[in-house]
């Protein structure tokens, strides 16, 4: 079964970036990534395996999506100002 799209929880919330291994494969998350996560909990990222990957089992995270908002679950709210100082 191949894996397009994974969200914080799928990868265990983890909170610094790095390598992980999981049952997919060998993912690296970097910083900013954790940045949208942390901001956007309910996020999904696209899976892709770069150009001269290590192994075939070697993804990085790509476009991320946000959920519909939900009435139900204020935390989907992607309506939010993402930079409240802009004028």
Known sequence: MAVNKVNWAKVGRVTAPGRYMFKFGWLTITEEELAVWRQFPNASFTLYRPPGAETEDDFRLGVFELPEPSAEDPS??????????RK
């Open 76 to 85: 989907t709210d992607s309506s939010r100002d993402l930079w409240p100082d």
